[in-house]
T-cell receptor, first 109, second 114 residues
């Protein structure tokens, strides 16, 4: 079956760095998305990776290893507003999105 | 603001009621989606429309009925729901169906069935 695994919850300190991991098993692979969802708000697009390696976008970076079925989202210089859920989703061979349950990130002062 | 608007934001309905959720996008996207989001569970894709034609056939109970009158609007008609249907219902759109384009989500309708 198809599956996405990511931690349920993580806690980090303001100003620090946090890495949210995601492993996936899909029938074929056409890329991996990360979305951010604040409580009561719409999920918003953060990143898309289809090739191996690190993509940097300001304080946020996303990494992909296709051979390992693994991705991570790296958040630097954490701010209180980064408290949110982070959703990992992989595109299978039919371009269907397989979603993880999300990682709730709590930032403490 | 993502460009996708959902109404209402909150809805409480009895099991015998009939209600409808509305979604609107003016991003020029050709694909629209309904998702169900329950606490600590992955997003569940319910329905997909591409160019106003339903393209997915997920196993969704018939008490949920979608309607796509044009490429900018999507409805989810609800009737005789069960308490376990209480969840956040998210609408999304994307440029085209079946590609690696990002989805734009609405803020969702928080549905409570009593």
């Amino acid at each position: 079956g198809q599956n996405i695994d990511q931690p349920t919850e993580m806690t980090a300190t303001e100003g620090a760095i946090v890495q949210i991991n995601c492993t996936y098993q899909t029938s074929g692979f056409n890329g991996l998305f990360w979305y951010q969802q604040h409580a009561g708000e719409a999920p918003t697009f953060l990143s898309y990776n289809v090739l191996d390696g690190l993509e940097e976008k300001g304080r946020f970076s996303s990494f992909l290893s296709r051979s390992k079925g693994y991705s991570y989202l790296l958040l630097k210089e954490l701010q209180m507003k980064d408290s949110a859920s982070y959703l990992c989703a992989a595109l299978d061979s039919n371009y269907q999105l397989i979603w993880g349950a999300g990682t709730k990130l709590i930032i403490k002062p | 603001e993502t460009g996708v608007t959902q109404t209402p934001r909150h809805l409480v309905m009895g099991m015998t009621n009939k209600k409808s959720l509305k979604c609107e996008q003016h991003l020029g996207h050709n694909a629209m989606y309904w998702y169900k989001q329950s606490a600590k569970k992955p997003l569940e894709l319910m329905f997909v429309y591409s160019l106003e034609e339903r393209v997915e056939n997920n196993s969704v109970p018939s008490r949920f009925s979608p309607e796509c009158p044009n490429s900018s609007h999507l409805f989810l008609h609800l009737h005789t729901l069960q308490p376990e249907d209480s969840a956040l219902y998210l609408c999304a759109s994307s440029m085209r169906y079946g590609e690696n384009t990002e989805a734009f989500f609405g803020q969702g309708t928080r549905l409570t069935v009593v």
